[in-house]
């Protein structure tokens, strides 16, 4: 089974708000941890599973995504047969809802691939997951459907409305109640939003969707098929971040500082790596009045000031006497001397001029948008 596995990738999702880091680039393409993309993570585990045929969903704003996956070499799917497909959903302009909207969409790139069974998956979840071990889960279980959680601690009542949670038999694994979006907790077990199914089991779910007017994966194909079908839990029990609001993203960014978290995410072997588009960049010069502690400094970069608990992209040049503390600045952003950086997120190319004070809290931080002159 393992060589009969294609990969399916929304690079969007509606429901997702990042404010200005996702204006004119798909959430997929939003950069994080000074050099990558968040799609880097979903695609790589892909990649590292084995999986040769990846179709990445994308309705909009595609450039900086097409320019960050080229051809698909740097992660060894440029091939002749299978590889990296960016699909532009067709028939659907301007009414998509849905994942069932966007499946329905590319089902003439699902029915031409050779492959029987299907991963699907939004971008926007972080982890470092093996999908060998969730394809045997599947074959174990005689599974329908698999879906993968994980366990989450106390959340709050703005985060629940954002969850899909999961009642789970403790003794089979077997899934025996979804709640979407909840107004309250009732258990710890999150959704990741990613899947296992056989392709034509799919298609015929999506197409008996569309025929009703149904448009959401969780709601119209998982939920509302519990008692038909046989959908069992994987539980993942490693490190996983959903990025879907500032907040998250501005979290993750900084938890990429914790060695532990950096080691298990990012791995030490071939085959489980996360890969990017690489560039070749002059090594970062720290000058004598640089101070970087707990940091992340990307090459090409000119360190001046001080560097506290942030993560500095390529390219950004720090001046005398600035203090950067807790922040994301993102590349070839320039921070002028005498500045004062503290929860802050910087896009692409800022400029903050002399003297200049910014502060946001940790809890939320304060977004400056790209080529943004302060």
Same mark, same amino acid.
């Given at each position: 089974?393992?060589?009969?596995?294609?990969?399916?990738?929304?690079?969007?999702?509606?429901?997702? +708000?990042?404010?200005?880091?996702?204006?004119?680039?798909?959430?997929?393409?939003?950069?994080?941890?000074?050099?990558?993309?968040?799609?880097?993570?979903?695609?790589?585990?892909?990649?590292?599973?084995?999986?040769? +045929?990846?179709?990445?969903?994308?309705?909009?704003?595609?450039?900086?995504?097409?320019?960050?996956?080229?051809?698909?070499?740097?992660?060894?799917?440029?091939?002749?047969?299978?590889?990296?497909?960016?699909?532009?959903?067709?028939?659907?302009?301007?009414?998509?809802?849905?994942?069932?909207?966007?499946?329905?969409?590319?089902?003439?790139?699902?029915?031409?691939?050779?492959?029987?069974?299907?991963?699907?998956?939004?971008?926007?979840?972080?982890?470092?997951?093996?999908?060998?071990?969730?394809?045997?889960?599947?074959?174990?279980?005689?599974?329908?459907?698999?879906?993968?959680?994980?366990?989450?601690?106390?959340?709050?009542?703005?985060?629940?409305?954002?969850?899909?949670?999961?009642?789970?038999?403790?003794?089979?694994?077997?899934?025996?109640?979804?709640?979407?979006?909840?107004?309250?907790?009732?258990?710890? +077990?999150?959704?990741?939003?990613?899947?296992?199914?056989?392709?034509?089991?799919?298609?015929?779910?999506?197409?008996?969707?569309?025929?009703?007017?149904?448009?959401?994966?969780?709601?119209?194909?998982?939920?509302?098929?519990?008692?038909?079908?046989?959908?069992?839990?994987?539980?993942?029990?490693?490190?996983?971040?959903?990025?879907?609001?500032?907040?998250?993203?501005?979290?993750?960014?900084?938890?990429?500082?914790?060695?532990?978290?950096?080691?298990?995410?990012?791995?030490?072997?071939?085959?489980?790596?996360?890969?990017?588009?690489v560039k070749d960049t002059v090594p970062t010069k720290y000058?004598?009045?640089?101070?970087?502690?707990?940091?992340?400094?990307?090459?090409?970069?000119?360190?001046?000031?001080?560097?506290?608990?942030?993560?500095?992209?390529?390219?950004?040049?720090?001046?005398?006497?600035?203090?950067?503390?807790?922040?994301i600045i993102m590349q070839n952003s320039e921070i002028m001397d005498n500045c004062l950086l503290e929860?802050?997120?910087?896009?692409?190319?800022?400029?903050?001029?002399?003297?200049?004070?910014?502060?946001?809290?940790?809890?939320?931080?304060?977004?400056?948008?790209?080529?943004?002159?302060?």
């Amino acid at each position: 089974m393992q060589n009969s596995i294609m990969g399916l990738i929304f690079a969007e999702n509606p429901e997702v +708000n990042l404010g200005d880091l996702t204006k004119g680039r798909s959430l997929a393409a939003v950069p994080v941890g000074g050099r990558y993309r968040i799609i880097d993570f979903v695609l790589s585990n892909m990649v590292n599973s084995g999986i040769i +045929n990846v179709g990445i969903t994308t309705a909009q704003n595609a450039q900086s995504l097409n320019d960050h996956l080229g051809t698909g070499k740097n992660w060894d799917m440029d091939r002749k047969d299978n590889g990296l497909f960016v699909l532009q959903p067709e028939g659907v302009e301007g009414r998509i809802q849905g994942g069932i909207d966007i499946i329905h969409g590319i089902r003439s790139y699902l029915m031409k691939s050779k492959q029987d069974y299907i991963i699907v998956s939004d971008c926007n979840t972080i982890c470092n997951i093996k999908y060998d071990d969730i394809v045997k889960f599947h074959e174990e279980k005689g599974a329908d459907i698999t879906v993968v959680y994980t366990e989450v601690g106390k959340l709050t009542d703005k985060e629940i409305e954002k969850q899909i949670l999961l009642d789970i038999d403790e003794v089979s694994g077997e899934v025996t109640d979804i709640q979407v979006y909840p107004s309250k907790q009732k258990n710890n +077990n999150s959704y990741m939003h990613m899947f296992l199914i056989n392709k034509e089991l799919l298609l015929e779910k999506v197409e008996d969707c569309v025929a009703h007017g149904e448009h959401k994966l969780s709601k119209n194909l998982l939920l509302a098929n519990l008692d038909e079908l046989k959908i069992y839990a994987y539980h993942f029990a490693g490190y996983s971040k959903k990025i879907d609001s500032v907040k998250s993203f501005f979290e993750f960014n900084l938890d990429l500082l914790n060695k532990d978290i950096k080691d298990e995410l990012f791995g030490t072997d071939s085959d489980d790596r996360i890969y990017t588009k690489v560039k070749d960049t002059v090594p970062t010069k720290y000058t004598k009045t640089a101070d970087v502690s707990g940091s992340f400094v990307a090459d090409g970069c000119i360190i001046e000031g001080k560097v506290e608990n942030s993560i500095i992209f390529r390219g950004v040049h720090i001046g005398k006497g600035a203090s950067v503390m807790n922040s994301i600045i993102m590349q070839n952003s320039e921070i002028m001397d005498n500045c004062l950086l503290e929860n802050v997120v910087f896009d692409k190319e800022v400029i903050i001029r002399s003297g200049k004070k910014l502060v946001g809290q940790n809890t939320y931080p304060m977004v400056i948008g790209k080529r943004t002159i302060v």
